[in-house]
């Protein structure tokens, strides 16, 4: 593997079972256990009904391209070679919309409402995002 050099993200206490999931490629949520709705890693309380019991699952991993965008401005230095690179907001069929990147397609072919399914990116030893790539169904 060589030397990844762009910032890696650190866990935190509510995150680390997202990201352990993402080891196993598995796309883990939070699912409420009070009205069921879905969430990422980011919030410790349910945006619908505020409560803080929860579960995690296994999501199914699969979404449409919400929105997007091209970026041509280098915001960190360690990003330069990628440009142009995009961005984008992928809506997961259990809710949750997530920043992300699309792999697997020219940046040219990228169109909202594109299904897509994720793909797992082992960037170091210890750290794997999740990304996107279109899908034909
Ligand atoms: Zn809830």
């Known amino acids: 593997m060589t030397e990844y050099k762009k910032p ?6 509510i995150s680390e079972p997202f990201f352990e999931g993402a080891k196993r ?3 883990m949520l939070m699912r409420c256990l009070s009205c069921g709705a879905y969430r990422l890693a980011e919030r410790p309380s349910c945006p619908e009904c505020w409560s803080d019991d929860y579960e995690w699952v296994k999501g199914s991993g699969r ?4 929105s997007y965008v ?4 280098q915001l960190h230095p360690a990003f330069a070679d990628d440009i142009p690179y995009n961005v984008a907001v992928v809506e997961l069929e259990e809710g949750p919309r ?3 990147n ?4 020219g ?13 797992f990116d082992a960037i170091t030893e210890d750290c794997t995002i ?3 790539r279109p899908r034909s169904d």
């Open 130 to 132: 999740p990304r996107f």
């Open 63 to 66: 979404g449409s391209i919400y």
């Open 25 to 27: 490629h598995e796309l």
């Open 8 to 13: 890696v993200p650190l866990p935190g206490p």
């Open 70 to 73: 091209i970026m041509h401005q």
């Open 98 to 100: 997530m920043v992300s």
């Open 102 to 105: 699309i792999v697997g397609c």
């Open 107 to 119: 940046n040219e072919e990228l169109r909202v409402g594109q299904p897509v399914e994720v793909v």
